[in-house]
């Protein structure tokens, strides 16, 4: 092969490695970009939680505890296993069961506030949202979340 052939097959060469790897660079995804749009999800996801602390009406007709724990919005705090989330937002309950009976938790579900503001060892800062559920409908809450500990 003629050496101005070779050295011009050689730049060929490199020019068409330059463009590929710039191609593939643009492929990848922008992480300064992904980092941003989490803090921003955790920032919507956090005032969202926030918003969640009114009342809660949701139909709960032949709901089972789980089921309530679930559609009644628990999960968002305490986690689906009742042990908390990552957030930190509520407390783990499955401890709860030495604690609490059914008839103090379903009294509590109906009014968490006044309930905590009342009681020595929860104090005023309970931040817990109201259920506006029947009594049955706290009572199978409660149930089932005595047993999360085993209780």
């Not at 300064?32 to 009406?57: H, N």
């Not at 724990?69 to 986690?79: E, K, L, M, N, T």
């Not at 060892?121 to 931040?127: H, K, M, P, Q, Y």
Request: charged share 25%; glycine share 12%.
């Amino acid at each position: 092969m003629h050496p101005t052939c070779h050295r011009h097959a050689h730049r060929q060469a490199s020019r068409q490695a330059s463009r590929q790897a710039r191609r593939q660079a643009s492929r990848r995804p922008r992480l300064d970009r992904c980092r941003g749009g989490a803090a921003l999800l955790l920032l919507v996801g956090v005032i969202t939680l926030s918003a969640c602390a009114g009342t809660i009406d949701v139909p709960v007709d032949g709901q089972t505890g789980a089921q309530l724990f679930a559609s009644q919005g628990c999960v968002r705090c305490h986690g689906s296993d009742g042990r908390g989330t990552w957030l930190g937002l509520g407390p783990d309950l499955t401890d709860k069961a030495g604690l609490w009976n059914e008839d103090e938790l379903a009294a509590y579900f109906l009014d968490p506030r006044t309930y905590a503001a009342a009681s020595p060892r929860l104090g005023a800062r309970d931040s817990m949202p109201a259920y506006e559920i029947s009594e049955t409908a706290r009572r199978r809450l409660a149930r089932y979340v005595l047993e999360l500990g085993g209780g």
